[in-house]
């Protein structure tokens, strides 16, 4: 099966509000990424963790390889924020495997 | 500060065409060098990474290729295109060590063979 699973596949959030993406990982994990894809395809790396957690204005996003997940979590979202979100896991041999995406939508 | 460049911005291919797409990193020596591609909704799957030029190992075959002429150049290429061939290319590179670092991506090429 998949080594990283994300979730939700999709999203849906009104302006100023928040929630929490996630990935689970069925493998031990050295360390995790996190990006944001937007509408033109461009990749923005929001968070590389190797443990713990790290917060950067409205984001925040924790790495747990004890327990073999990381969330992202936003709040007070923006229209800016509308994209899609993945999480890049760096396995025991140092191969990178991503999740499939949670694609991000906020409205007004 | 590092930028990186990919060209071209976008394609339209004949099948059987040949292809070579191109990236560049300014701003950083002896990066880590990575092709990703994306199918149109997909996640993203690392097709070949570089620590050194000269030097590219394939991580996925999809009838690509990859090559390091230089520090920082990574030119991805085939010799006649597949439909399969269509999506997104990535580049990205890395300090440290091998997919052990942030990652940072070029803007991409998207690629549509017809």
Redesign the interface.
């Known amino acids: 099966g998949d080594q990283v699973e994300q979730s939700p596949s999709a999203l849906s959030l009104h302006e100023g509000t928040g929630s929490a993406l996630r990935c689970n990982f069925t493998t031990t994990m050295r360390a995790v990424q996190w990006f944001q894809q937007n509408s033109r395809g461009s990749l923005i790396n929001l968070f590389y963790l190797a443990s713990g957690t790290k917060e950067n204005g409205r984001l925040k996003s924790t790495f747990n390889s004890k327990e073999s997940y990381s969330t992202l979590h936003i709040r007070d979202a923006q229209l800016e924020d509308s994209g899609t979100y993945f999480c890049a896991a760096e396995d025991s041999n140092y191969q990178l495997i991503w999740g499939s995406g949670t694609k991000l939508i906020i409205k007004p | 500060a590092q930028t990186i460049h990919q060209w071209p911005v976008a394609e339209i291919k004949a099948v059987g065409s040949p292809l070579s797409l191109g990236c560049t990193i300014k701003g950083k020596s002896s990066p880590n060098l990575y092709w990703y591609w ?1 199918a149109t909704g ?5 097709l070949f990474y570089s620590i050194t030029v000269g030097q590219v190992e394939s ?1 996925v075959q999809l009838n690509l290729s990859a090559s390091r002429p230089k520090d920082d150049q990574f030119i991805l290429s085939t010799e006649k295109l597949l439909l399969s061939h269509s999506g ?1 290319y ?1 580049c ?1 590179w890395s300090g440290l ?9 070029g ?2 090429t ?1 690629l549509l063979v017809l």
């Open positions: 994306q997909g996640t993203l799957q690392q991580v997104f990535l990205a060590g091998l997919n052990q670092d942030t990652q940072y991506f803007p991409g998207r």
